[in-house]
């Protein structure tokens, strides 16, 4: 699964993060955010016999009950809520049984008996808790085989994102599903865990102008009656209740040929009358997967490949076989309003989902702690071979950014460790975020590096051989990779993967006479300023680390494994002591570094042309930490950043981060002119140089540069003369939606909105009500979050409760309010006035992330207001708890910076 999401937004300010993101899901396949908690429906009274043997499972069912194989009919129709199905389920039952336990959640039995042999054991049934039913037979059933019949209704809801759910586009409904990870259980009683992988077959009934999809081909298409017809899809391989699929609804098909080994068939299902918006979707899929085949070494292991776009305003992406789906807005572009970094997130975000066809398809993690073998390996192997494809799009720069993204989230005294123990259902939705994803892809990079890439992919053909079909364990993984790499992996890689926390390796050259250079190493916890974590009690890593140096004309590079606190490397091949060292050969290794003495300027002085972008990215990644834990002062991170922050896009989005994470907040306002200056300075030049209108034959480079430097220069640096042309761009707009390039106006819009006045904000508003498309309100919603005057503000946020807004495509108007100083307060404000509606107006997943709304804030006042506010209300969400821990202590953070900092940010920014 690849979520868009708002947690990687804490780093930049949201309209920055979302320019810069496109409609990548985030995510970084993304935070994705928890589900709330439905209210539990009173159970019927259960009879004597069944009281007598009503022992609730706790997290986990029985595991001696086990399921061998399931049917599934439907009876669907999109434009109705209510959905009537059956289920057979095929028991393997250890003794005599007095009580079935599984998972189901919003479901009415109807009616149901056991299959024992020929004879009908009638049975009751009743649901218990939230998600739980309970199936008892008038006499014991088993042991041996039996099967479990089952009739009931349940609920399609609409403007929902899991379980079964419905959209409407231009007038016609769609109905989709959603059941990663515990949301199976909302469509029909199953055994709703990874564990229990086995084959289905699934019927649907639905009405005759609308198509079916699931996971397998069709089998065979009845027409029946009064309108409806049949559907019976082939039974699938195992596979568990996550990722069985199946969509209803009016869709266009449309062919994109066959691909692979097997030559199986590709198709795009879309929106009627949305099939031009699918040719770039059409034309990368085959060639991603082609190229995930070599990397395996083996074929793709299902019999087709549909790839459908949900409608609605749902996003990110989810990987099930034959069946992969993806929100809308990041699978399909208009040849007049596509942009490239809508088509570069739809690519990685393609490789994600069909990489999970190998890793977690075909071989599934036995249960949710080893959740990182599907995302952190999909995350891991999609820029590996989006490089092989796209050479140009430089993955090595990308793999750094997200490392960067995963690294702030895991300074956190509250982060998860990779592979977290799973305790309540709560910890098993909080395990979707970028630790996961994120810190996982980046550690697998790193021990890649350090068991050498084809031992490494040795290891993994091994792994899945072993284990296709099933699942697996981490400890199956380190096994197959032990074999491989003729070493015992698993000591070191578990340092990594069941304990949170960056290593800070400290680095510190020493040349002795007569000797060979050496460094010496130490190592503890990164913990940022007003962290409350224990340096002393931190446990160590061992930690794979490489590093390049130079001296003169020539270059080396070492290699060793700290094990301990302390160590040492010695650059044996070095000629003399060298002139500079670089902490992180490749941008490899999981840690940041500090360079003792005058090491990280003579490296930026010596040896930063000498550097890669990668090398170059990870030495900016560094000094934003060690700015943020007190170890660098203002004026050696922002010389760095000058030195080093120039070029390619990444190092220009990388230089911007550092320099926002020294926010506005942190100085007076009579220093605010000052800061506008050093940003214009640093900036302004370049982002003149690109303006806002993009040329025919400019290189990537620079239209993905663009974004980032213009916002820097004319909404944080307040550049007038680029204001005054975003303002005069942005009223040529309203009146011609074609004056402007598609992947031009975010930029535009948002400098305008800096300086908005009431007339702009209402033009704004206006147009969100007249626009057609998703991706032309997206951009009025993120402009419209970029206002700085409260006032407007408040009437910005009355949108998202106007009743013909969907307050998922206005959650950027929200977080952009947020990000601002002058606007932060009101937009507080009004989220805690309309907590309850906002709440309601969202699907259940995603309402998760109003608790992280008081992240922005940097003063203790405000942090009180947030925990007084969401406090009572975090047990209403699964993970909820964890997700307020954890804005609470942003808010900590923050203070403790600006207070740190703050005095030597006001001392720099004077000289401007």
């Given at each position: 699964?690849?979520f868009?999401h708002?947690g990687a937004?804490?780093?930049?300010?949201?309209?920055l993060?979302?320019l810069?993101?496109?409609c990548?899901?985030?995510?970084?396949?993304?935070?994705?955010?928890?589900?709330?908690?439905p209210?539990?429906s009173?159970p019927?009274q259960?009879?004597?016999?069944?009281?007598?043997?009503?022992?609730?499972?706790?997290?986990?069912l029985?595991?001696?009950?086990?399921?061998?194989?399931?049917?599934?009919?439907l009876e669907?129709?999109?434009?109705?809520?209510?959905?009537?199905?059956?289920?057979?389920?095929?028991?393997?039952?250890?003794?005599?049984?007095?009580?079935?336990?599984?998972?189901?959640?919003?479901?009415?039995?109807t009616?149901?008996?056991?299959?024992?042999?020929?004879?009908?054991v009638?049975?009751?049934?009743?649901?218990v808790?939230?998600?739980?039913?309970v199936?008892?037979?008038?006499e014991?059933v088993?042991?041996?085989?039996?099967?479990?019949?089952v009739?009931?209704?349940?609920?399609?809801?609409?403007?929902?994102?899991?379980?079964?759910?419905?959209?409407?586009e231009?007038?016609?409904?769609?109905?989709?599903?959603?059941f990663?990870?515990l949301?199976?259980?909302r469509?029909?009683?199953?055994?709703d865990e990874?564990?229990?992988?086995?084959?289905?077959?699934?019927?649907?009934?639905?009405?005759g102008e609308?198509?079916?999809?699931?996971n397998?081909?069709?089998r065979?298409?009845?027409?029946?009656?009064?309108?409806?017809?049949?559907v019976?899809?082939?039974?699938?391989?195992?596979?568990?209740?996550?990722?069985?699929?199946?969509?209803?609804?009016?869709f266009?098909?449309?062919?994109?040929g066959?691909?692979?080994?097997?030559?199986?068939?590709?198709?795009?299902l879309?929106?009627?009358?949305r099939g031009?918006?699918?040719?770039?979707?059409?034309?990368?899929?085959?060639?991603?997967?082609e190229e995930?085949e070599?990397?395996?070494?083996?074929?793709?292991?299902?019999?087709?490949?549909?790839?459908l776009?949900?409608?609605?305003?749902?996003?990110?992406?989810?990987?099930?076989?034959g069946?992969?789906?993806?929100?809308?807005?990041?699978?399909?572009?208009?040849?007049?309003?596509?942009?490239q970094?809508?088509?570069?997130?739809?690519?990685?975000?393609?490789a994600?989902?069909?990489?999970?066809?190998?890793?977690?398809?075909?071989?599934t993690?036995?249960?949710?702690d080893?959740l990182?073998?599907?995302?952190?390996f999909?995350?891991?192997?999609?820029?590996?071979?989006v490089?092989?494809w796209?050479?140009?799009?430089?993955?090595?720069?990308?793999?750094?950014?997200a490392?960067?993204?995963?690294?702030?989230?895991?300074?956190?005294?509250?982060?998860?460790?990779?592979r977290?123990?799973?305790?309540t259902p709560?910890d098993?939705?909080?395990?979707?975020d970028?630790?996961?994803?994120?810190?996982?892809?980046a550690?697998l990079?790193m021990?890649e590096?350090?068991?050498?890439?084809?031992?490494?992919?040795?290891?993994v053909?091994?792994?899945?051989?072993?284990?296709?079909?099933?699942?697996?364990t981490?400890?199956?993984?380190?096994?197959?990779?032990?074999?491989?790499?003729?070493r015992?992996?698993?000591?070191?890689?578990s340092?990594?993967?069941?304990?949170?926390?960056?290593?800070?390796?400290?680095?510190?050259?020493q040349?002795?006479?007569?000797a060979?250079?050496?460094?010496?190493?130490?190592?503890?916890?990164y913990?940022?300023?007003?962290?409350k974590?224990?340096?002393?009690?931190?446990?160590?890593w061992r930690?794979?680390l490489c590093?390049?140096?130079?001296?003169?004309?020539?270059?080396?590079?070492?290699?060793?494994?700290?094990?301990?606190?302390?160590?040492a490397?010695?650059?044996?091949e070095?000629k003399?002591c060298?002139?500079?060292?670089?902490?992180?050969a490749?941008?490899?290794?999981?840690?940041h570094?500090?360079?003792?003495?005058?090491?990280?300027?003579?490296?930026?002085?010596?040896?930063?042309?000498?550097?890669?972008?990668?090398?170059?990215?990870v030495?900016?990644?560094?000094?934003?930490?060690?700015?943020?834990n007190?170890?660098?002062?203002v004026?050696q991170?922002?010389?760095?950043v000058?030195r080093l922050?120039?070029?390619?896009?990444t190092?220009?989005?990388s230089?911007?981060?550092?320099?926002d994470?020294?926010p506005?907040?942190f100085?007076?306002?009579?220093?605010q002119?000052?800061?506008?200056r050093?940003?214009?300075?640093l900036?302004?030049?370049?982002a003149?140089?690109?303006?806002?209108?993009?040329?025919?034959?400019?290189s990537?480079d620079?239209?993905?540069?663009?974004p980032?430097?213009?916002?820097?220069?004319a909404?944080?640096?307040?550049?007038?003369?680029?204001r005054?042309?975003?303002?005069r761009?942005?009223?040529?707009?309203?009146?011609?939606?074609?004056?402007?390039?598609?992947?031009d106006?975010?930029?535009?819009?948002?400098?305008?909105?800096?300086?908005g006045?009431?007339a702009?904000?209402?033009?704004?508003?206006?147009?969100?009500?007249?626009?057609?498309?998703?991706?032309?309100?997206?951009?009025?919603?993120?402009?419209?979050g970029?206002?700085r005057?409260?006032?407007l503000?408040?009437?910005?946020?009355?949108?998202m409760?106007?009743?013909?807004?969907?307050?998922?495509?206005?959650?950027?108007?929200?977080?952009?309010?947020?990000?601002?100083?002058?606007?932060?307060?009101?937009a507080?404000a009004?989220?805690?006035?309309?907590f309850?509606?906002?709440?309601?107006?969202?699907?259940r997943d995603?309402?998760?992330?109003?608790?992280?709304t008081g992240?922005?804030?940097c003063?203790a006042?405000?942090?009180?207001?947030?925990?007084?506010?969401?406090?009572?209300?975090?047990?209403?969400?699964?993970?909820?708890?964890?997700?307020?821990?954890?804005?609470l202590e942003?808010?900590?953070?923050?203070?403790?910076?600006?207070?740190?900092?703050?005095?030597?940010?006001e001392?720099?920014?004077?000289?401007?």
């Amino acid at each position: 699964m690849r979520f868009g999401h708002l947690g990687a937004f804490f780093g930049l300010p949201l309209p920055l993060a979302l320019l810069l993101a496109g409609c990548a899901a985030s995510s970084r396949e993304s935070v994705p955010a928890p589900v709330v908690r439905p209210a539990a429906s009173a159970p019927k009274q259960p009879s004597e016999e069944a009281q007598r043997v009503l022992t609730p499972p706790g997290l986990r069912l029985d595991p001696r009950v086990r399921p061998t194989r399931q049917a599934v009919t439907l009876e669907l129709d999109p434009r109705q809520e209510t959905f009537r199905g059956t289920v057979d389920i095929e028991l393997s039952l250890p003794e005599a049984t007095r009580a079935v336990w599984l998972h189901g959640a919003e479901l009415t039995v109807t009616g149901g008996a056991f299959q024992v042999g020929g004879a009908s054991v009638p049975m009751e049934a009743m649901p218990v808790g939230e998600d739980l039913l309970v199936f008892v037979p008038r006499e014991p059933v088993g042991p041996g085989g039996v099967t479990l019949h089952v009739e009931y209704t349940g609920r399609a809801r609409d403007k929902e994102d899991s379980g079964v759910f419905r959209e409407q586009e231009a007038g016609r409904w769609y109905a989709m599903t959603q059941f990663q990870a515990l949301y199976a259980r909302r469509a029909f009683p199953c055994f709703d865990e990874p564990t229990f992988k086995i084959p289905w077959e699934l019927t649907l009934r639905v009405r005759g102008e609308d198509a079916a999809f699931s996971n397998t081909p069709v089998r065979a298409e009845r027409a029946e009656a009064e309108g409806w017809k049949t559907v019976r899809f082939q039974p699938t391989p195992p596979l568990p209740t996550y990722l069985v699929a199946f969509a209803v609804g009016p869709f266009d098909v449309v062919d994109a040929g066959r691909a692979g080994q097997r030559q199986v068939p590709v198709r795009m299902l879309v929106p009627r009358g949305r099939g031009d918006e699918a040719r770039w979707a059409a034309s990368v899929t085959g060639p991603l997967l082609e190229e995930l085949e070599a990397w395996f070494g083996s074929p793709y292991p299902y019999a087709k490949l549909d790839v459908l776009a949900l409608p609605g305003g749902m996003s990110g992406a989810m990987e099930h076989p034959g069946l992969i789906t993806f929100g809308a807005p990041l699978m399909l572009g208009r040849r007049e309003q596509d942009t490239q970094p809508r088509q570069r997130a739809f690519a990685e975000t393609q490789a994600h989902e069909l990489a999970h066809q190998w890793f977690g398809n075909l071989v599934t993690p036995d249960w949710w702690d080893d959740l990182w073998l599907n995302e952190s390996f999909a995350d891991w192997l999609a820029i590996k071979v989006v490089t092989r494809w796209k050479p140009e799009w430089n993955g090595a720069a990308r793999r750094v950014e997200a490392r960067g993204d995963a690294m702030r989230a895991d300074q956190l005294v509250n982060a998860r460790c990779i592979r977290q123990p799973i305790a309540t259902p709560g910890d098993i939705h909080s395990a979707f975020d970028a630790i996961t994803y994120g810190k996982g892809a980046a550690v697998l990079a790193m021990f890649e590096a350090w068991v050498g890439d084809a031992a490494f992919q040795r290891g993994v053909r091994a792994y899945l051989a072993e284990h296709a079909g099933g699942t697996a364990t981490t400890a199956d993984f380190f096994q197959a990779l032990s074999t491989a790499t003729g070493r015992d992996v698993g000591p070191t890689f578990s340092t990594f993967l069941d304990q949170p926390g960056v290593p800070l390796v400290a680095m510190e050259l020493q040349c002795p006479r007569g000797a060979a250079p050496r460094l010496s190493l130490s190592q503890r916890r990164y913990l940022p300023l007003g962290s409350k974590g224990e340096e002393g009690a931190a446990p160590t890593w061992r930690v794979p680390l490489c590093v390049r140096y130079g001296a003169g004309a020539t270059e080396g590079r070492a290699c060793t494994l700290l094990e301990g606190p302390t160590g040492a490397l010695e650059l044996t091949e070095a000629k003399g002591c060298p002139d500079w060292v670089h902490p992180n050969a490749d941008a490899r290794g999981y840690y940041h570094a500090v360079l003792g003495g005058e090491g990280l300027a003579r490296l930026a002085r010596r040896g930063g042309a000498r550097l890669s972008v990668a090398e170059r990215l990870v030495l900016l990644d560094d000094a934003r930490a060690l700015l943020g834990n007190g170890e660098l002062d203002v004026g050696q991170a922002l010389a760095l950043v000058s030195r080093l922050g120039t070029g390619d896009a990444t190092l220009v989005s990388s230089a911007a981060g550092v320099v926002d994470s020294l926010p506005a907040d942190f100085v007076s306002s009579a220093m605010q002119a000052h800061r506008a200056r050093f940003v214009r300075g640093l900036f302004g030049a370049r982002a003149r140089a690109v303006g806002f209108v993009s040329k025919p034959g400019e290189s990537d480079d620079v239209r993905q540069s663009r974004p980032t430097l213009l916002w820097m220069a004319a909404t944080v640096g307040a550049d007038p003369e680029l204001r005054a042309e975003a303002r005069r761009l942005t009223a040529r707009w309203l009146e011609d939606r074609a004056s402007l390039a598609a992947e031009d106006v975010d930029a535009v819009l948002l400098a305008a909105a800096a300086t908005g006045d009431a007339a702009l904000h209402q033009k704004l508003r206006e147009a969100v009500r007249s626009a057609s498309t998703g991706s032309e309100r997206e951009l009025l919603f993120v402009a419209l979050g970029g206002f700085r005057d409260a006032t407007l503000a408040r009437a910005g946020l009355e949108l998202m409760l106007a009743p013909e807004v969907d307050a998922r495509e206005a959650l950027p108007l929200l977080f952009g309010l947020l990000s601002e100083t002058s606007t932060r307060p009101a937009a507080f404000a009004f989220l805690r006035e309309h907590f309850d509606a906002l709440r309601e107006r969202l699907p259940r997943d995603l309402s998760t992330w109003l608790l992280t709304t008081g992240g922005f804030f940097c003063d203790a006042n405000h942090r009180q207001q947030v925990a007084d506010f969401f406090g009572p209300r975090a047990h209403d969400f699964a993970g909820g708890e964890r997700a307020l821990a954890q804005t609470l202590e942003r808010v900590d953070l923050c203070i403790a910076r600006r207070e740190a900092l703050g005095p030597g940010l006001e001392r720099f920014l004077a000289r401007y």
